[in-house]
């Protein structure tokens, strides 16, 4: 499938700009009718009857387990069906098995979700370190090598920064957690949409990321595990193998982990989504965000009163551009852009509060985040306004 070709499949697209990705992508009307079908035609909960509707929606529910594991090539771990990223990670800081003096290593430039579960450690006597940012926002290897030692049991990460666009170096710091017999989680919320990911590669022991972020539907994530070693956050219902006075058994693989009535039409929808990246293909995606996202750069420098956010424009990041207009407030720059020329950028703090404040931007910043149905109009379209924005200014 061309990725010029594909705008076609988001109805939205057809009287706004939506350049607000990195909060919630687009879904494709395929994975719509997906959902719909579903919903329609075999509609059961999974793993618990024999009758033909179960049969299907169970068979389907583990094909989509796989599909998704195939595309982070994450075939000889464990991937877990949860709401999002969030749930994820809350799900590896509440079942690890702490001890007073254990230390995690993260940063101040995460996002909210890879920062608090973990702050929340401390009440247990968890030592939490939390690396600071460089000028630019990011935070870079040596900072690593310094602060994690033979008493780090974890350290967590963001691939790619939600409010800079940034890469973090994953794999050389998984390799470096690993040297002091830690373990390493990657938020890859916003990477695993946008290019490329290999959990295997990447070297990681958990890979939490979110379906929302990659045309699949609300309330979708992933948690990939190399090895099952948490215990389970929720206990009930499809979880158990058996029960009794003296014993509860846990069943085997993901369903240990996905008590209760899942999201069976999500995942389904998810999968869907992951087939339609597929068929477009992650490079071509990777490519495709890389040229809008230089084009945004070089109109946004040649904006007087505006300053982008995060390292210069010859390192390497995602689709992801934070800026901040002198004189006014990012909201109000948001408004102008919805009402004045229909472009939805998102505005504020994007939920790493630690970071803006350490970029300088008490109030928050404007985010535009650029998919694969983006187009290079848009982009000037944004540009052109909010130049014009300064000039009335």
């Not at 009307?29 to 009857?49: I, M």
């Not at 009440?123 to 939490?128: I, K, N």
């Not at 995060?310 to 909201?331: A, E, K, L, Q």
Request: hydrophobic fraction near 40%.
């Amino acid at each position: 499938m061309a990725i010029d070709g594909c705008r076609s499949d988001f109805p939205l697209l057809s009287h706004l700009h939506y350049l607000d990705s990195a909060s919630v992508s687009l879904t494709p009307v395929q994975v719509a009718d997906l959902v719909r079908e579903f919903d329609l035609q075999y509609r059961a909960n999974v793993g618990r009857g024999v009758h033909r509707l179960a049969r299907m929606a169970t068979l389907r529910y583990e094909e989509a387990h796989r599909t998704v594991a195939r595309f982070v090539h994450g075939e000889d771990g464990l991937l877990v069906a949860t709401k999002n990223t969030t749930e994820a990670i809350n799900m590896v800081a509440a079942g690890l098995p702490w001890e007073r003096g254990d230390r995690v290593v993260t940063t101040r430039a995460e996002h909210h979700s890879n920062l608090l579960p973990w702050l929340r450690l401390r009440t247990c006597g968890v030592e939490v370190t939390l690396l600071d940012p460089l000028p630019d926002g990011t935070v870079p290897l040596e900072a690593f090598e310094e602060a994690v030692d033979d008493r780090t049991r974890l350290v967590a990460v963001t691939h790619a920064s939600n409010v800079l666009g940034s890469i973090a170096p994953v794999k050389a710091i998984g390799r470096l957690a690993h040297d002091h017999g830690a373990r390493i989680l990657v938020d890859g919320a916003q990477s695993v949409p946008h290019r490329p990911v290999d959990a295997a590669d990447l070297g990681c022991d958990f890979l939490a990321f979110a379906g929302h972020k990659m045309l699949g539907p609300m309330a979708t994530g992933m948690l990939w595990m190399k090895e099952p070693v948490i215990e389970p956050l929720l206990l009930g219902g499809g979880m158990v193998e058996a029960v009794s006075d003296e014993e509860v058994r846990a069943a085997p693989g993901a369903g240990r982990y996905e008590a209760g009535t899942p999201n069976v039409s999500g995942l389904l929808g998810l999968a869907r989504a992951v087939e339609y990246l597929e068929a477009v293909g992650m490079d071509a995606i990777r490519a495709h965000e890389e040229r809008l996202t230089a084009r945004l750069l070089a109109g946004l420098a040649a904006c007087d009163g505006v300053r982008v956010l995060g390292p210069d424009g010859g390192t390497p990041r995602i689709g992801v551009v934070s800026f901040d207009v002198d004189g006014y407030h990012p909201h109000d720059v948001a408004h102008v852009l919805d009402e004045a020329v229909q472009v939805l950028v998102r505005s504020g703090h994007h939920c790493c509060q630690p970071l803006m404040e350490h970029c300088g931007c008490p109030e928050g910043a404007v985010r535009a985040s650029l998919y694969l149905y983006n187009t290079e109009e848009e982009v000037d379209l944004l540009t052109a306004t909010v130049g014009e924005l300064v000039r009335q200014g």
